[in-house]
């Protein structure tokens, strides 16, 4: 459509919401590591950590789904590596997470 008006949306790394906890114990609140606004993102690659820098989960294209099954409590550490089209950079984010599964509402 020639003529048409369009707005520009430049979205930025700085809109994802990365929580520090999480409670997968079946109560239906925080069930799953779940990243506000990694929709937003074309590319997206997820690796989580123990403390011993082992990998206990890795997803490309994450879409919150990570339960932590397997795991037991404690903190582990995510890589988060996001990019917004084929032909941006990566922009990459780290942080801890801490899984607990006793915590009820």
Request: glycine content about 10%; charged content about 20%.
């Amino acid at each position: 459509a020639n003529g048409g008006f369009y707005t520009k949306i430049s979205v930025s790394a700085s809109t994802l919401l990365v929580p520090n906890l999480f409670t997968p114990n079946g109560d239906g609140t925080n069930e799953t590591f779940e990243i506000r606004g990694i929709e937003l993102f074309a590319k997206n690659e997820l690796v989580i950590v123990n403390r011993w820098g082992n990998e206990v989960y890795k997803s490309s294209n994450y879409d919150n789904t990570w339960t932590g099954e397997g795991l037991n409590e404690g903190t582990y550490y995510y890589l988060l590596k996001v990019k917004e089209s084929d032909n941006s950079e990566w922009q990459i984010f780290k942080g801890y997470i801490t899984l607990i599964r006793a915590f009820k509402k």
